[in-house]
């Protein structure tokens, strides 16, 4: 268990969730195709962004209910700054939220053994 959340917490830090040197990241979105250090394939075959997407949209969503909560329970007669302040707080929150989810997803693809699993795809496709 400790293994899979330091997998977890290695890739949303933007490192290997492997060896926890390598760096994810080439750029602020671009991700590497794999690991420096250890040489491992962060991601196999294809773009495997759906779990990184899913998890970001939840935590933003959740964000978002708790913020419209508050909005309506601390500004009732300011809804309509309230509502603006919390849309674009959370689309800068969406935006920079992805690359940790993107890292978190590297990690649980590691944590599943996926990462492997891309790797003898691509032996058998040869």
């Known amino acids: 268990m400790f293994e899979g959340i330091r997998a977890l917490w290695r890739g949303s830090l933007g490192r290997c969730p492997h060896c926890g040197y390598g760096r994810i990241f080439r ?4 991700l590497v195709e794999g690991c420096a250090q250890c040489g491992r394939r962060y991601e ?3 773009d495997q962004s759906t779990g990184a997407m899913g ?3 939840t935590v933003t969503t959740l964000i978002g209910f708790i913020g419209a909560v508050l909005v309506v329970l601390w500004l009732p007669n300011q809804l309509g700054w309230g509502v603006t302040a919390l849309l674009t707080t959370l689309s800068g929150f969406q935006a920079l939220a992805y690359r940790v989810s993107r890292g978190m997803w590297i990690g649980l ?3 599943t053994g996926a990462m492997d699993e891309d790797e003898h795809r691509d032996e058998f496709y040869r």
């Open 55 to 57: 998890i970001s949209l």
């Open 109 to 111: 693809l590691w944590i």
């Open 44 to 46: 196999g075959t294809g």
């Open 27 to 30: 750029s602020f979105f671009e």
